[in-house]
């Protein structure tokens, strides 16, 4: 089964973002040090780094802009599972992993790394709070017997309405409109498949 979903790797949003940054804070240094257009070396080194900052913000504008625009294709065979991103393939034979996990994050907002912290639970509940309106994406995490850890997201729209209509109709998924649940449900039935298969052996 092949299933084609919105992926979005943060790596290359940071990409078209710190360029930015580090061009910012390279000019007001520039300034708040005294210099001006008439001091060449400074102004050399000033104008190398929008250089390079301008020739890695084209590079990965183009990268970004061709993920939002092609996603990433997940395959499902009897065996394994191909994932494919604009930024590389990826195969996982069923043998290579432990565990899988499905669940739904807000945009802008999740990070595995801080949820236990005290403060980041404390600025959640304020975002909550004060956002009425909050773009939740679906992300897959696949535990490997390696011990690491692949995740890929793709876009839950509609799954917040669908969760409100669950409430007078208990029967309804949530979900069963995201591309990445489907595919999840997908590799579950592949998973059972093929383990029973193996113990007929």
Request: hydrophobic share 40%; net charge positive; aromatic share 14%.
């Amino acid at each position: 089964m092949k299933f084609k979903i919105h992926h979005r790797t943060k790596a290359l949003y940071l990409g078209v973002v710190i360029p930015w940054i580090v061009s910012i804070c390279a000019f007001l240094l520039f300034i708040f040090l005294g210099f001006n257009i008439h001091d060449t070396l400074p102004t050399k080194i000033l104008i190398g780094i929008l250089a390079l900052c301008a020739a890695v913000e084209i590079f990965f504008l183009i990268l970004y802009t061709a993920e939002r625009i092609s996603g990433a294709t997940i395959i499902i065979e009897n065996d394994h599972i191909d994932i494919r991103t604009i930024m590389r393939f990826r195969r996982f034979y069923f043998d290579m992993i432990a565990d899988t996990k499905y669940t739904h994050y807000d945009e802008g907002t999740d990070s595995s790394s801080r949820r236990s912290h005290r403060k980041y639970r404390y600025s959640q509940q304020w975002y909550n709070n004060n956002h009425s309106h909050t773009t939740v994406r679906a992300k897959l995490i696949f535990y490997l017997t390696t011990d690491k850890v692949f995740i890929i997201n793709d876009d839950a729209t509609g799954y917040v309405k669908k969760q409100k209509k669950w409430i007078t109709d208990p029967h309804l998924d949530p979900d069963e409109d995201v591309k990445l649940y489907q595919a999840y449900k997908c590799l579950c039935s592949a998973f059972r498949h093929y383990y029973n298969s193996q113990q007929q052996l």
